[in-house]
């Protein structure tokens, strides 16, 4: 059977259990083979904060990923070392993975602000999509064209995923698998006051590692 890998794209400033949460349960609900967490070299649409060193994230991420055999991360972006768009990341992943099914992930915030990035719709149209519900965030299907709300396949409420045996369409998945309210930058606020209150929003060795290298003091 032809393998399925998911791309899941962020700042990951830092990685969480949300983000965590997202690739273990895409894993088992879409029966992927992998899970890449692909941090940005710098998320083009976020201009407001310089994120924390790409050595650091992808550090955090690879502590994080070590025990769990489909969760992997990616370096393709930082690599590049400029700014990258999707547009531009997607169809080179998707020739990394020539004969493989390639789904690109993201929450519901990230749903809601996608007609901010660049050719939006061509992101949408071009691949694959898992959209994730995430806690606080509503999934809306008014900010998009009819093009691409006719590729929507809604799995919540229970739905399995089987749609994927027919056909080559590209398809855009909403699916409420994933239920972890965590957020980086509460995460960073906390951090910076000296007080770790959600602890447990934190890998142990992630957390570890922030406190090693003095990271978001
Ligand atoms: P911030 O709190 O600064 O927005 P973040 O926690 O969203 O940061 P990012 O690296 O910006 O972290 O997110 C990467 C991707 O992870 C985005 O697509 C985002 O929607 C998704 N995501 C983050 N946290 C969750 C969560 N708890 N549940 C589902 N998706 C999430």
Known sequence: MIKRVAYFGGTFDPIHNGHLTVGRSLVKNF???????????????KPDRIPTSGYHRFAMLSLATQNDEQLAVSDFELQT?????TINTLPEIQRLHSNEK???????????????????EGVLLVSDHIIVTRPGYEISFDHVTDAVRERIIDLRGGKTFQALASGNERRIYITDAVRYDASATELREDLSDGELARKDDLPVEVAKYIEKYELYR
């Open 31 to 45: 029966d992927l083979d992998r899970f890449y967490f692909l941090p940005a070299f710098h998320a083009p649409h």
């Open 81 to 85: 070392q400029e700014k990258r768009y």
């Open 102 to 120: 390639v789904f690109f992930v993201m929450g519901a915030d990230s749903w809601t602000d996608i007609n901010t990035w660049r050719d939006w």
